[in-house]
């Protein structure tokens, strides 16, 4: 009795701390940190990464979570066919207080890196362009430690597991989240659920709150719905048409269920103008109870949440959108080939042979470079190609159209069969002054 009195003070004490405003003010301030100018944009493998990767280790820690990771996160390096790509994951985890369930694990993640700065000529000077980041995605990764914080104060209260980790390099084809559950965790079947946290900044102002079911669960659909039943009062609305990418798709090919929760991006998403001044703090605290009890639910169920194969169409797993899965080029037993040539071959030969400089930003002495991602398909053609970084539109739109008028590639092979890979290139355009 003297144990369950305990509970229920300490207990009280939680919620009034929780009840208090001071929430939005630290989901603010991590936010101006993260989304300093400092920290020149957070692009993996950067001096910036790893200082906000410093930063969430150091709030973890302090919160009273169990650090998995070493100060700045654990490193980590995957080769590409032209280039290596370095960057860091932070984990921790609050361990669940049931033996018998504190070995399975829901995995709470959101990526701490950004697309950086990047360096224009204008009339001749060099000029920095500094994108924050501040909804894309400091605002997933202040929800993330928020939450924690309140799950470490109350373990008692969760008989499974909880992980927490900041993924870097997502803009580099999810390289964190991918090397988290492929090379770092060991019992990828022990996750119960992974949760992904991507622009939760927006509010109302913009989009609804937003969730993605990508395997179409009705397990976590109705898990979703019945939170209000529970405390929760800021309920998210399911997603319509394409499921955005985001670093859950790792634990996805893995057949893990995942859940992604935004408020999607706005005019203000990857520009110089994602700045944290923009952002809904009160909405980002209203998603923070949601998310405590969403995590608290999956954490104390009887049972793991279904398996993917038990309830994919067709009894297929593996599958977005009905289509067939797609491989990372770290994947693959062979990468496709462009004309005897890898992704390098194919930005000298191609893209740069036939690209050309729209007229708008050429008279603006606009420059830049565009990320596009592309898949290449079983029959080698080029597919769903489109710009996921860039600060022009028309710079944007030129990218896109080079890519998609690709010849064939030889495509790529895992065990001898031919498969899907996507690739992410960075497409330069760049003005140099004339005498």
Same mark, same amino acid.
Request: proline share 5%; charged share 25%.
């Given at each position: 009795?003297?144990?369950?009195?305990?509970?229920?003070?300490?207990?009280?004490?939680?919620?009034?701390?929780?009840?208090?405003? $001071?929430?939005?003010?630290?989901?603010? +301030?991590?936010?101006?940190?993260?989304?300093?100018?400092?920290?020149?944009?957070?692009?993996?493998?950067?001096?910036? !990464?790893?200082?906000?990767? $410093?930063?969430?280790?150091?709030?973890?820690? @302090?919160?009273?979570?169990?650090?998995?990771?070493?100060?700045?996160?654990?490193?980590?390096?995957?080769?590409?066919?032209?280039?290596?790509?370095?960057?860091? %994951?932070?984990?921790?985890?609050?361990?669940?207080?049931?033996?018998?369930?504190?070995?399975? #694990?829901?995995?709470?993640?959101?990526?701490?890196?950004?697309?950086?700065?990047?360096?224009?000529?204008?009339?001749?000077?060099?000029?920095?362009?500094?994108?924050?980041?501040?909804?894309?995605?400091?605002?997933?990764?202040?929800?993330?430690? @928020?939450?924690?914080?309140?799950?470490?104060?109350?373990?008692? &209260?969760?008989?499974?597991?909880?992980?927490?980790?900041?993924?870097?390099?997502?803009?580099?084809?999810?390289?964190?989240?991918?090397?988290?559950?492929?090379?770092?965790?060991?019992?990828?079947?022990?996750?119960?659920?992974?949760?992904?946290?991507?622009?939760?900044?927006?509010?109302?102002?913009?989009?609804?709150?937003? #969730?993605? %079911?990508?395997?179409?669960?009705?397990?976590?659909?109705?898990?979703?719905?019945?939170?209000?039943?529970?405390?929760? &009062?800021?309920?998210?609305?399911?997603?319509?048409?394409?499921?955005?990418?985001?670093?859950?798709?790792?634990?996805?090919?893995?057949?893990?269920?995942?859940?992604?929760?935004?408020?999607?991006?706005?005019?203000?998403?990857?520009?110089?103008?994602?700045?944290?001044?923009?952002?809904?703090? @009160?909405?980002?605290?209203?998603?923070?109870?949601?998310?405590? %009890?969403?995590?608290?639910?999956?954490?104390?169920?009887?049972?793991?949440?279904?398996?993917?194969? !038990?309830?994919?169409?067709?009894?297929?797993?593996?599958?977005?959108?009905?289509?067939?899965?797609? #491989? +990372?080029?770290?994947?693959?037993?062979?990468?496709? !080939?462009?004309?005897?040539? $890898?992704?390098?071959? &194919?930005?000298?030969?191609?893209?740069?042979?036939?690209?050309? #400089?729209?007229?708008?930003?050429? +008279?603006?002495?606009?420059?830049?470079?565009?990320?596009?991602? &592309?898949?290449?398909?079983?029959?080698?053609?080029?597919?769903?190609?489109?710009?996921?970084?860039?600060?022009?539109?028309?710079?944007?739109?030129?990218?896109?159209?080079?890519?998609?008028?690709?010849?064939?590639?030889?495509?790529?092979?895992?065990?001898?069969?031919?498969?899907?890979?996507?690739?992410?290139?960075?497409? !330069?355009?760049?003005? @140099?002054?004339?005498?």
């Amino acid at each position: 009795m003297k144990r369950l009195a305990s509970i229920i003070v300490v207990a009280g004490l939680s919620a009034a701390l929780y009840a208090q405003s $001071d929430v939005a003010e630290r989901l603010e +301030s991590h936010v101006r940190c993260l989304a300093s100018d400092s920290l020149m944009g957070r692009r993996a493998g950067t001096p910036g !990464e790893r200082s906000a990767a $410093d930063y969430v280790y150091n709030c973890l820690y @302090e919160a009273g979570v169990s650090m998995l990771s070493p100060s700045g996160g654990q490193e980590f390096a995957i080769a590409g066919e032209s280039d290596t790509v370095f960057s860091r %994951n932070v984990v921790g985890v609050v361990d669940g207080y049931d033996p018998a369930y504190k070995g399975q #694990y829901i995995v709470v993640g959101a990526n701490i890196d950004h697309i950086g700065a990047n360096t224009m000529t204008v009339d001749g000077r060099k000029t920095v362009q500094i994108f924050p980041g501040a909804d894309d995605n400091a605002s997933g990764v202040a929800v993330m430690m @928020e939450v924690a914080r309140r799950v470490a104060a109350s373990s008692f &209260f969760f008989k499974r597991s909880v992980i927490f980790v900041a993924f870097g390099a997502k803009e580099e084809g999810m390289a964190g989240s991918w090397y988290f559950v492929n090379r770092t965790f060991d019992a990828p079947d022990s996750i119960s659920l992974m949760i992904d946290l991507r622009t939760l900044g927006c509010g109302a102002r913009t989009a609804a709150f937003t #969730y993605y %079911n990508p395997f179409a669960s009705p397990e976590l659909t109705r898990l979703v719905s019945g939170l209000s039943e529970v405390g929760a &009062f800021y309920i998210p609305e399911p997603g319509d048409g394409v499921v955005p990418s985001g670093d859950y798709l790792p634990f996805y090919e893995r057949n893990i269920p995942v859940l992604l929760l935004t408020t999607g991006p706005d005019l203000n998403s990857r520009t110089t103008r994602d700045r944290p001044e923009y952002l809904d703090y @009160e909405a980002m605290d209203y998603i923070c109870d949601f998310l405590y %009890n969403m995590i608290r639910e999956v954490a104390n169920m009887e049972m793991m949440i279904d398996r993917p194969e !038990e309830y994919a169409p067709g009894g297929e797993a593996g599958r977005i959108s009905g289509e067939e899965r797609v #491989y +990372s080029p770290y994947e693959v037993d062979s990468a496709p !080939e462009f004309f005897k040539g $890898d992704v390098g071959t &194919f930005l000298r030969e191609w893209v740069y042979t036939y690209l050309r #400089y729209p007229d708008i930003p050429l +008279s603006q002495g606009v420059s830049g470079t565009v990320t596009v991602e &592309f898949v290449i398909e079983k029959d080698g053609s080029v597919t769903n190609v489109r710009a996921v970084r860039g600060n022009d539109q028309y710079l944007e739109d030129e990218a896109v159209r080079v890519i998609s008028a690709s010849p064939k590639w030889k495509p790529g092979t895992v065990g001898g069969q031919k498969v899907r890979v996507m690739y992410s290139v960075p497409v !330069e355009f760049r003005l @140099e002054k004339r005498k």
